[in-house]
C-alpha cells in the first residue's frame, strides 16, 4: 500500500488528467486531448473504439461538429493506486448545446461515469483507457444568446 501522500498526489493528478480531458473538449483542442493519454492509449464512447493519440486528436473535433458548444465537468475521482497503475471510477456531466430545427437551443445532458485505467509515465499519470458509461441523458430546451445560429462550429 502507498503512503497517503503518495496517494493523495496521484489522485490529484489523476484528477488533473480528467479535467484537462475536459476543457480539451470544450475547446475543441485535440492535441490536448490526445496528450492525457498513453501513446496507445484506448477511448471507448458513443463515437466508437478510438485507439492511439493520432486517432484520438480527432475526437474534439468529431463533437464540434456536431454540437455548437459542450460543457463538462468532472466530479468524483477514486483511483486504486498499485504500482504505476491505477484504476478510478470518474463521475461528470457532459453538457451538449445545439440548436433544432425551429432555431430553439436544446441541451442534451449526460449524466455519467468513466471507468479508468490509468499508467504513471515519466511525464506523469496519463490514461491508458477510459470507458463511458451513461448513467442517464436529457434533453431540455435553454434559454442561451451565444450560441452560433448553425449547429457546428
Avoid at 38 to 64: F, H, N, T, Y
Avoid at 96 to 105: A, E, K, L, N, P
Amino acid at each position: 500500500m502507498i503512503a497517503l501522500d503518495e496517494q493523495l498526489l496521484a489522485t490529484l493528478a489523476m484528477r488533473r488528467v480528467a479535467e484537462s480531458y475536459a476543457i480539451a473538449v470544450d475547446r475543441v483542442d485535440g492535441e490536448a486531448f490526445a496528450a492525457q493519454f498513453v501513446e496507445d492509449g484506448v477511448l471507448v464512447a458513443p463515437l466508437g473504439r478510438i485507439e492511439g493519440r493520432q486517432a484520438l486528436s480527432a475526437v474534439p473535433r468529431r463533437v464540434a461538429e456536431r454540437y455548437a458548444r459542450t460543457w463538462h465537468a468532472v466530479f468524483n475521482l477514486v483511483p486504486s493506486v498499485e504500482g504505476d497503475m491505477a484504476r478510478a471510477e470518474t463521475y461528470g456531466i457532459a453538457r451538449h448545446f445545439m440548436r433544432d430545427t425551429s432555431g430553439r437551443v436544446l441541451c442534451y445532458e449526460m449524466t455519467l461515469r468513466y471507468d479508468d485505467t490509468f499508467t504513471r509515465t515519466e511525464k506523469g499519470w496519463l490514461l491508458a483507457e477510459r470507458r463511458l458509461l451513461l448513467d442517464a441523458t436529457h434533453t431540455f430546451p435553454v434559454e442561451s444568446r451565444h450560441l452560433p445560429q448553425e449547429n457546428a462550429r
